[in-house]
């Protein structure tokens, strides 16, 4: 092949990709329109803004990038994406779930998924989940594992939480006290139960649910009820 024909095709090549090049940045397939779905805590506007891509080339889209820029969200878990050529792109989010909050200041909150892990601070709380006390916390960073010095007693709660999620009871629950794991308090409206230890958690959630609906007025009383023996004991109810 002369050198005059390799420098045809290689110039036709140059064009060709030129115009393909064009084709794919032009307005025709930039993206205008970002649907969003799976989103609990975060807004939409939060993601198209973190994503940073409307009027760029759905085509070159680089998912990797923005899946990058997406996790710093530390509320994301997973994240997946769909082109709708021309000009839409889809994303679909999998928050984290909460666990439990901790006020580490008055009026400054600390979220929790189920690992323990930090996953936003802000000043109130996003949904109905127990306040987790008796945790002394010396220093936290978002995104990190909370520093406590008895991690038992995080696995304790989240056991519990899972439980009281469960059985429909976790939009009642006020706060979870696991200052003495073996006394761990739950405070539902203004009745604290002791439900001792991690044993029996099951048996104690549903004799807890059992207390409540056998008590009128439950969410108007002011009691201390011990569930550290249940299943040994009948529970101790002393009104205040």
Do not use: C
Request: charged residues 20%.
């Amino acid at each position: 092949m002369s050198i005059r024909r390799r420098l045809e095709i290689f110039g036709a090549v140059v064009v060709t990709v030129l115009v393909i090049f064009l084709i794919l940045i032009s307005p025709l397939f930039q993206i205008t329109q970002i649907n969003v779905d799976g989103l609990i805590h975060i807004s939409t506007e939060e993601v198209i803004g973190r994503l940073d891509v409307l009027g760029t080339s759905l085509p070159l889209f680089n998912s990797f990038s923005a899946r990058r820029r997406l996790m710093n969200n530390f509320m994301i878990g997973e994240v997946s994406f769909h082109r709708q050529f021309p000009r839409t792109l889809y994303v679909l989010i999998v928050e984290r779930r909460l666990t439990a909050f901790v006020e580490h200041m008055p009026g400054s909150f600390l979220y929790l998924d189920n690992t323990g892990r930090i996953m936003e601070v802000r000043n109130y709380m996003a949904e109905p989940l127990p306040i987790l006390e008796g945790i002394p916390i010396t220093h936290f960073q978002v995104g990190e594992m909370l520093q406590v010095p008895d991690t038992v007693a995080f696995g304790v709660v989240v056991h519990y939480t899972h439980l009281l999620r469960t059985h429909g009871l976790i939009e009642r629950v006020r706060s979870v006290n696991v200052r003495d794991t073996s006394n761990i308090r739950i405070l539902i409206y203004n009745i604290e139960f002791n439900v001792g230890g991690e044993e029996s958690a099951d048996e104690k959630i549903r004799t807890i649910i059992a207390i409540l609906d056998a008590l009128p007025n439950a969410d108007t009383i002011r009691a201390d009820v011990d569930l550290s023996e249940v299943g040994q004991f009948y529970p101790l109810i002393i009104l205040r």
